[in-house]
């Protein structure tokens, strides 16, 4: 089950990925207000056990420690997102969100580990590390369900900027060469800002990457 919390601070997509048998389930990216996503949560009778962050971004972590606070859940990301979490020049919180977030995560991991449920062993994500758009950049991946969250890795019919600090177009487009495109071609993505797309049609079509083959 997912479903997908819009704007109510900052402009970007809060997914929310719930176990349909237990109604437990992870939230992804709370850029939103924690409280709100909270108190939505509580209303649909969720429990979140882990809050996952893709990067280290304010957008996409305004509301974390707020919903870590109000719902118990743990925040999880990349290890090298302590970069990020830290540090407001680099998080850049004041110029996407108004005011500067500093907090850190319970939970660093690196490439390959698995996030997984504890009410259900078989609800389950891999951490993709793809860094470019960050150094801390990383994707959750369900190889059972065919869908990927990717932040802002890749969207449909661009890619995450790199102009940013800790930003690498080299190493952006290599990890998605690698880590993204090799994935079966009907993978969801499901990305930080705008529609979903799939990776068949990102390969065929993204102008990024055919603009870089040529």
């Known amino acids: 089950m997912i479903e997908i919390a819009r704007g109510m601070l ?26 709100q996503l909270a108190a939505y949560a509580k209303e649909k009778g969720y429990v979140i056990e ?9 957008d996409h972590i305004y509301g974390a ?8 859940a743990s925040i999880v ?8 979490v830290n540090n407001p020049d680099w998080n850049l919180s004041v110029m996407l969100c108004g005011e500067k977030i500093e907090f ?13 449920l504890n009410a259900n062993a078989d609800f389950k994500l891999r951490m993709i590390y793809v860094p470019g758009h960050t150094t801390d950049g990383v994707a959750y991946y369900s190889e059972e369900e065919h ?3 990717v932040g802002d890795i890749i969207f449909a ?11 690498n177009s080299v190493k952006l487009l290599n990890g998605i060469r690698e880590e993204i495109f090799t994935l079966p071609g009907e993978t969801v993505i499901l990305a930080g800002h705008g529609p979903q797309t799939t990776v068949e049609q990102e390969k065929n079509t993204n102008p990024v990457f055919n603009l870089f083959d040529e």
């Open 10 to 35: 900052c402009e970007e997509l809060t997914y929310f990925y719930i176990d349909e048998i237990t109604k437990h389930g992870f939230v992804i990216d709370p850029g939103a207000r924690g409280e």
């Open 50 to 58: 882990k809050i996952l962050l893709t990067h280290g971004h304010g």
């Open 65 to 72: 420690d707020a919903l870590r606070k109000a719902t118990g």
């Open 77 to 84: 990301m990349h290890k090298e997102g302590k970069n990020y």
């Open 104 to 116: 850190e995560a319970d939970e660093y991991l690196e490439h390959g580990d698995e996030i997984v």
């Open 147 to 149: 869908l990927i969250f």
């Open 157 to 167: 019919g661009s890619v995450g900027r790199s102009d940013l600090p800790g930003g």
